[in-house]
């Protein structure tokens, strides 16, 4: 298995896409809260059931302002636009937008919010897909693809301007979801109280001195006896997210399709990276950089942490579809 440190390392150490019970140093005062919302299961450990009923309401809020599927959200608004037309949408829904798009340049596009059409042409749109189910048509066509394509692209389907709070959109039929960054924002709200985990739908955020967490293999083997692939020492204060291919997906034809689409091609990532592990003091930015990761690959990747411009503190962990791993600043221990 590959082990390797690399480029810039900060003193957080890394996180997890499914939270699995391995913490250390917990304290077992904290009662978990558990509650649906984003389309998955989120849970917060508090130390007041005030505390994490506020939490619950900020998150919800968020919820009702970006969500694809509530009709009157700012995205549901946006989306329901014709070309030329202008939407005023919230601070918190600019806030998002704003750093979707430094994301989308930092990436080279590889993140990128207006892939949603293609999303839903692949049968992965939130409320569309059932586990290991494709879509009752099938799987797209090349000419679907090449059409769909034709609607994706944040920096000329979208025009933003953040001192107005509005956004217009420029291309007829094109879409925005801020799923892919939304729910690390909604994680980070924790550390507005006192809290011990906050986990939604795999972004977490770490409200404790010191947690042991594991993440687990993408690919099950024989070689993976345990339900963890590796684990580290988490800190307080870190947001965390993993992206990974594992969680949605479907067989045609033994042909695996999953739901992390390349905005650059419209098929399903394909850069032998099947899982990224992103930890930033920012949880909103490790959850977009680690879809990034999955499509741009390591080679990527590798550039946008050596690269000068970027001004983001983060370490990485990455995984292949063979479960090899390389770790870009934490320490490991493997199972």
Known sequence: MKRSTAFKTTAALLAVFALLPLFAACNKTAKAEYFDIFGTTAYIETYDADDAEKIEREMRRVEELCSVNIEGSD?????????????????????????????YELTDGCYDPTVYPLVELWGFAAGDFVAGTPPEGGIPTDEEISAALELVGFGRA???????????????????????????????LA????????????NLAVGMPTATIGVPAPRETEAVSSSWLFSFKAAYGQCISTSGDYERYYFVD?????????????????????????????????????????????????????DESNTWELDLVTVTENNEVTSYGPELTYA
């Open 254 to 306: 033994d042909v695996r399709y999953h739901h992390i689409i390349d905005p650059r091609t419209g098929y399903p990532a394909s850069s032998g990276l099947a899982s990224a592990t992103v930890i930033s003091t920012d949880g909103a930015f490790a959850d977009a950089f680690a879809t990034a990761v999955i499509v741009g690959g390591a080679d990527a990747a590798e550039r946008w942490l050596s």
């Open 158 to 188: 979208f025009s933003l301007n953040a001192s107005e709070c509005t956004v217009t959109k420029l291309i007829e039929g094109a879409k925005l979801d801020l799923g892919g960054i939304a729910k690390g924002y909604a994680s980070s």
């Open 75 to 103: 995205i549901w608004r946006i989306n329901a636009a014709h070309a030329g037309e202008t939407v005023k949408v919230d601070a918190v829904t600019m806030f998002l937008l704003t750093l979707a798009m430094s994301v």
């Open 191 to 202: 550390f507005s109280v006192s809290f011990d985990i906050c986990n939604v739908g795999g």
